[in-house]
């Protein structure tokens, strides 16, 4: 028994490969929880330096400090970006069969990333994939980091715009308040009109979901409306669904006036698995004053901006487009705070007295799992590889004994 009692999870925090990522996959504080739960954590020497968290900080709380092939010698491995994003990554080596990766993936749109670990035997979770429910949001890794980035997004406005956000009155004169017009009402975006209200701006928004409205204007922001027959707007898990070409068309068309009369355009509309709708044009945004800043949250996916340059500023007739990429790594203090918080809960799922159970019986595990076995298993992501969807599994035989109401209890839950 004291044989067993010492055997316990470890999960490795290696440094991330990404280029100009400083986020950690777990923060000192997040280790406390995963100790009770009876996971043990060895983090790679300086993987936490960037993000404001020294290996000191790590010991204190009961980590381990070791080397990279430490990290990825844990049962499960913990990563912001799974091997920077690269299927050719050399810790791939460090992967053994059976082995628990997770971390943001984007396997919709790295489905090669997803195949080069599912060919190690490991298992490989992608946590954009945890279900926008109520239940997960603790484990919603794309919504707490995108709170971030649209907190950020309006404090790289205030400091590109030449002008201040909020109405001043003085001797001299009275400055009238800025004016914010962000496109798109999740997460992002409602951190965005928040940030802007404090700042004084006057905020107006837009959303394709109609439900938005109300939690647009309880942040103090004027709902832009624009008459479009969009239909169910909002997908399964809480994901805005990808618009029709004439919708698309017609929105331009009606927000045009509403772009030109803005100091700040700030964009975050993103459809999961696709490329990221043009919602603004460049003629649009040559309607704009000159001064004015575009923030396009979404220019990794390709960008709500026609002129849009990921992790560039591109000048349209004196207005400045800043395509910005991994705004959440530019605060990674709390960034990685909220990021480890999530992991930690992800990982309350996982283990189960003290083993990783893969076929625990829960919709949030289930739905963020994309390779096990050697096989990709998520059916998007095998349809993108060109791979045949898998066997439907049987269901189990049923008893020929005649069925409890315990029995009928466990149906009622059953998936």
Do not use: W
């Amino acid at each position: 028994m004291a044989e067993t009692d010492t055997l316990r999870m470890v999960v490795g925090v290696p440094r991330e490969e990404r280029a100009g990522e400083t986020r950690v996959a777990l923060t000192p504080t997040a280790l406390p929880q995963l100790t009770r739960a009876g996971v043990d954590v060895v983090v790679e020497s300086g993987a936490g330096d960037d993000a404001g968290y020294p290996d000191a900080a790590f010991t204190a709380r009961g980590a381990r400090i070791g080397t990279r092939d430490d990290a990825f010698a844990a049962d499960i491995v913990a990563m912001v970006n799974v091997f920077g994003g690269d299927a050719g990554s050399a810790d791939l080596a460090r992967v053994h069969e059976g082995q628990v990766i997770m971390g943001m993936v984007a396997p919709f749109a790295r489905p090669e990333l997803v195949a080069a670990v599912a060919a190690t035997g490991a298992v490989l979770y992608a946590l954009e994939l945890v279900p926008r429910t109520s239940r997960a949001q603790s484990m919603d890794v794309l919504s707490s980091q995108a709170a971030v980035a649209g907190y950020k997004a309006v404090l790289l406005a205030a400091n590109e715009l030449p002008k201040i956000f909020p109405l001043l009155t003085t001797a001299a004169g009275t400055i009238v308040p800025a004016k914010i017009f962000v496109v798109g009402a999740g997460v992002a975006g409602l951190a965005a009109i928040a940030t802007a209200r404090r700042l004084g701006g006057l905020v107006e928004a837009y959303d394709v979901r109609p439900a938005a409205r109300e939690e647009v204007e309880s942040l103090g922001a004027r709902f832009v409306e624009l008459p479009l027959e969009t239909g169910q707007a909002e997908g399964s898990g809480g994901y805005a669904k990808e618009l029709s070409e004439e919708s698309i068309r017609k929105q331009r068309e009606l927000m045009a006036k509403t772009v030109a009369a803005s100091d700040v355009v700030i964009t975050t509309a993103q459809v999961q698995g696709s490329t990221a709708p043009v919602i603004i044009t460049t003629e649009m945004i040559e309607g704009m004053a000159p001064g004015s800043v575009v923030i396009d949250l979404a220019a990794e996916q390709g960008g709500n901006c026609e002129p849009t340059r990921a992790g560039e500023t591109v000048d349209v007739a004196g207005v400045n487009v800043i395509g910005t990429v991994n705004l959440p790594g530019s605060i990674p203090v709390h960034a990685s705070q909220l990021y480890g918080k999530n992991v930690a809960n992800f990982l309350g799922l996982l283990v189960v007295e003290g083993a990783v159970d893969i076929d625990v019986d829960d919709d949030v595990i289930q739905q963020s799992l994309v390779a096990r076995g050697g096989e990709v298993v998520q059916p998007r992501v095998r349809e993108a590889l060109g791979l045949a969807p898998l066997p439907t599994p049987e269901p189990p035989a049923s008893e020929p004994e005649a069925a409890t109401d315990d029995d009928h209890a466990a149906e009622e839950v059953a998936p």
